[in-house]
């Protein structure tokens, strides 16, 4: 069993940055990939990025390339997204997950993903 625990949300205005921690814990051996979703009030869940375990690949949704950077710490089982230049758009609450999904389009069509952190907001408004 895996846990998740996201961290780094809160209230900032429009332009700002806000880094966000998921730091996983237990049996993590199966994991190829992290990812970072997020839902709004009103509306699906949407894949936002994720980034490969071993390799490193990252992955981006279209929203978000250029403003958005996701890395991970492999010894700390750790994957962080940095959110620059934020738009009252970007509000949500946003969950790390782990999946043992190997192609693009699984990762980023949010396919195979196991284990859900319970989410950190994030509130981008003046």
């Known amino acids: 069993q895996v846990q998740l625990v996201e961290s780094g949300g809160g209230l900032v205005q429009p332009g700002g940055s806000l880094r966000l921690s998921c730091a996983a814990s237990g049996r993590t051996f199966y994991i190829y990939a992290m990812g970072w979703f997020r839902q709004a009030p009103g509306k699906e869940r949407e894949f936002v990025a994720a980034i490969s375990w071993n390799g490193g690949n990252t992955y981006y949704a279209d929203s978000v390339k250029g403003r958005f950077t996701i890395s991970r710490d492999n010894a700390k089982n750790t994957v962080y997204l940095q959110m620059n230049s934020l738009k009252p758009e970007d509000t949500a609450l946003y969950a790390c997950?782990?999946?043992?999904?190997?192609?693009?389009?699984?990762?980023?069509?949010?396919?195979?993903?196991?284990?859900w952190g319970q989410g950190t907001q994030v509130t981008v408004s003046s």
């Open positions: 997950a782990t999946t043992r999904s190997t192609t693009a389009t699984m990762i980023v069509q949010g396919f195979g993903y196991d284990y």
